[in-house]
């Protein structure tokens, strides 16, 4: 039987080959504040080996550009931030315009939840992060989770609506995002246009990834020879292994699976 490795290569030794992963979640552990996460050991070094024999790759994250850029080496790939709302590519950064128009409508839907919220329930504990053209409701360190996700969601929802945003869910999050349909999976299909990939893996971890493994699957209909790699814990979405086409238990795992990646493709190109 075939191990995930063997499958992420046989698609990465195909030409033109792009190789694409989420951060949080893949190549970091979740951690309790968005600051507090790290590179996985290994990550970077693995990464930067892979981007050298494929035609092209990076990372594609709700994070902004910015926060990924503390954390790793950028120069030497893609990131794609804020949903595919932010890219930087070649030392150059650009932002989607939908991102821009939203601006405005994300900073009132997150003051005016934070300020409905407050009143309803206790919050300690609750991050907010305007990433300016997206933003994200952490609620992983209050005391009881489940209660402060529906307490949000009779806000967030009508709030999104007048503002003319959508709203979405993650693990123990909510984001607000412009409403034009601009997701991972968009961004996928914008660098395989882009650089003429013939072949991609993409690996993530929670449900706005699926949006690009559902991309990948259209783009399989199309001829083009796609792997989607899911790294499913205890806390993932149920279509995240729904939708993956290979599943790995864990982030050290993916790790130590790309990093032997890496080290083929190093020794095939030696």
């Known amino acids: ?41 290994g990550a970077a070094e693995a990464l930067r080996t892979i981007s050298h024999h494929v035609a092209a790759a ?11 850029a503390t954390m790793l080496p950028i120069d030497d790939y893609t990131v794609v931030g804020n949903h595919g709302l932010e890219w930087w590519e070649k030392g150059s950064r ?20 934070q300020r409905q919220i407050e009143g309803a329930i206790d ?10 053209l997206s933003s994200t409701v952490h609620f992983r360190n209050t005391a009881d989770p489940a209660t402060v996700e529906s307490a949000l969601l009779p806000i967030v929802v009508p709030l999104a609506e007048e503002n003319d945003l ?17 997701s991972k999976g968009t961004a996928l299909v914008e660098l395989i246009r882009k650089h003429d990939l013939q072949a991609v893996v ?34 993932s979405h149920p279509d995240v292994a729904i939708y993956a086409d290979v599943i790995v ?19 095939q190109h030696a």
């Open 1 to 41: 039987m075939s191990t995930v490795r063997d499958r992420m290569l046989e698609v990465l030794t195909s030409s033109p080959a792009g190789f694409f992963s989420d951060f949080d979640g893949v190549l970091s552990e979740i951690a309790p504040t968005p600051e507090s996460a790290f590179a996985y050991p």
């Open 202 to 235: 993409f690996a993530g971890d929670d449900v706005t990834d699926v949006d690009g493994f559902r991309s990948l699957a259209e783009m399989r209909q199309q001829g083009k020879h796609t792997l989607s790699v899911g790294v499913v814990t205890v806390d």
């Open 166 to 182: 959508r709203v979405t869910f993650g693990k123990m999050i909510v984001e607000f995002r412009p409403k034009e349909h601009v």
């Open 123 to 132: 919050t300690e504990g609750m991050i907010w992060e305007n990433k300016l």
């Open 58 to 68: 990076g990372i594609i994250t709700g994070r902004a550009v910015d926060s990924v």
């Open 249 to 267: 238990p864990s982030v050290g795992e993916f790790i130590q699976t790309i990093t032997e990646v890496a080290a083929i493709l190093e020794d």
């Open 94 to 113: 650009t932002d989607h315009p939908a991102g821009v128009r939203a601006i405005e409508a994300i900073n009132h839907v997150m003051s005016e939840t």
